[in-house]
């Protein structure tokens, strides 16, 4: 007799829930959202969801999640009046010390990953950096410091500067082209350069960028110029809007601490789930960019992966917003180098004009100190060690001429 093979209730009610769930993410769609918030689709938004459901702002934080954070790092732009307080300005005895750390180096004959206290000495600066860099992991979450000479060096020597001075505040640089293993990126509009369908992120345009955080533990920028017109650099407190959304919308801290549908954007995986806000070692910690859920430019949102949700496209507009409410802009100058906690803060930038006298061109370094460094939550754990011990000192390439960084390019998955 031929065996018949019959299905077991609780199979039978497997098979019914992953169908229904295919069919329910078939049919779920991305929100009207897009890289650039729109005030008045974020109020609909909000509006909609509240109509919906009148409980959300009475609803519990995560098992955990503190009510109010205390600390220096919850500011706000309004209360930060004199720039002294966090603008570092150079002496001549220290850009003697510069100067001099640059001949030093240039001696040993070693390529540019070898950058670090022990090859590019500052004897009496190197100590108020290494307190600066205190400032950044337990004070108010970041530091100007004004102003290099930058006229009076070559490109290379400037990139030498860069990152020799900035091996006091994080000595470790992490890798933000892992194919070329390049440790700096320029950050400049190349729209005069290069098409629009392979810049997929607003680093590389006139565009204004909206709130987010880039990856690493902190994010430097040197301005070798500053743009003809607009371009004001654009910080805020993450955990000032942690307060925010817990005194007013604690649904939303939920919502930011799910796993999200981050776009790999034609890489492997197609995306990654992992949530935006974490509550790690007594700190809250957020990462996310806001073009990884909505495209940019030659990098749409990859068809196949799952939409983001109503509440998430509300949680992307809440913390926008928030960053914009409580900004701080900074008087960024030829020459500076701004320093900030890329866990606590977050960052914009205006939409700018250049001239062909005055060209914004920014370099960014992704920098780690090893002994003030926060606790890593483990699902950022695999991107860190990519980030800051992928590459040797001698595999380390600077590259003095922008380029777009694969991370960003688009075009290439659609060739």
């Known amino acids: ?76 732009g309004k209360d930060l009046k004199d720039e002294k307080e966090w603008v570092y300005e150079l002496n001549p005895k220290q850009l003697k010390e510069i100067d001099d750390a640059v001949k030093h180096f240039r001696s040993l004959e070693k390529p540019l990953g070898h950058l670090s206290p022990s090859t590019f000495p500052l004897p009496t600066l190197g100590p108020v950096l290494r307190d ?63 098409p629009k369908e392979i810049l997929g992120a607003p680093a590389y345009t006139t565009d204004k960028q909206v709130f987010h955080t880039d990856s690493g533990d902190i994010v430097a920028l040197f301005a070798l110029d500053i ?43 197609a995306y990654i789930a992992r949530p935006l806000l974490y509550y790690h070692d007594n700190k809250i910690i957020v990462q996310y960019a806001r073009r990884l859920f909505t495209g940019f430019l030659g990098l749409p949102r990859s068809p196949g992966i799952p939409p983001i949700t109503e509440a998430q496209a509300e949680a992307l507009d809440t913390l926008h917003f928030l960053g914009e409410r409580f900004n701080l802009g900074l008087n960024f100058q030829k020459g500076d180098i701004q320093y ?47 980030l800051y011990y992928s590459a040797t000192p ?11 960084r694969d991370g960003a390019k688009g075009g290439a998955k659609y060739s």
């Open 1 to 76: 007799m031929t065996a018949v093979a019959v299905a077991h209730p609780v199979d039978q009610l497997a098979h019914q829930i992953a169908s229904n769930f295919r069919l329910s993410e078939a049919a779920a769609k991305q929100p009207d959202i897009e890289y650039h918030p729109n005030e008045g689709k974020y109020a609909a938004r909000t509006a909609r969801r509240l109509a919906e459901d009148p409980s959300l702002p009475k609803s519990f934080l995560p098992d955990g999640f503190p009510e109010k954070l205390e600390s220096a790092l919850v500011w706000e």
């Open 132 to 194: 600066l860099s205190k400032e950044l992991h337990s004070g108010r979450g970041f530091f100007v410091l004004r102003t290099i000479p930058v006229d009076n060096y070559t490109r290379e020597d400037n990139v030498l500067i860069y990152a020799g001075v900035s091996s006091y505040v994080g000595e470790l640089r992490g890798v933000q082209d892992q194919k070329k293993k390049g440790v700096l990126n320029h950050i400049k509009d190349l729209t005069p350069t290069h």
């Open 227 to 269: 743009a003809s017109e607009g371009g004001t650099s654009r910080i805020s407190s993450t955990w000032k809007a942690y307060n925010e959304l817990a005194a007013t919308r604690p649904d939303l801290i939920k919502t930011l601490s799910e796993p999200w549908p981050c776009d790999g954007f034609g890489g492997t995986p």
């Open 394 to 404: 001698d595999e380390q390439q600077f590259s003095l001429e922008p380029t777009v």
């Open 340 to 386: 900030i906690n890329n866990l606590s803060v977050f960052h914009a930038r205006d939409a700018f004009a250049d001239t062909p006298e005055r060209t914004r061109h920014l370099l960014r370094l992704w920098l780690r100190n090893e002994e003030l460094a926060w606790k890593t939550p483990k699902e950022l754990q695999a991107h860190w060690q990519k």
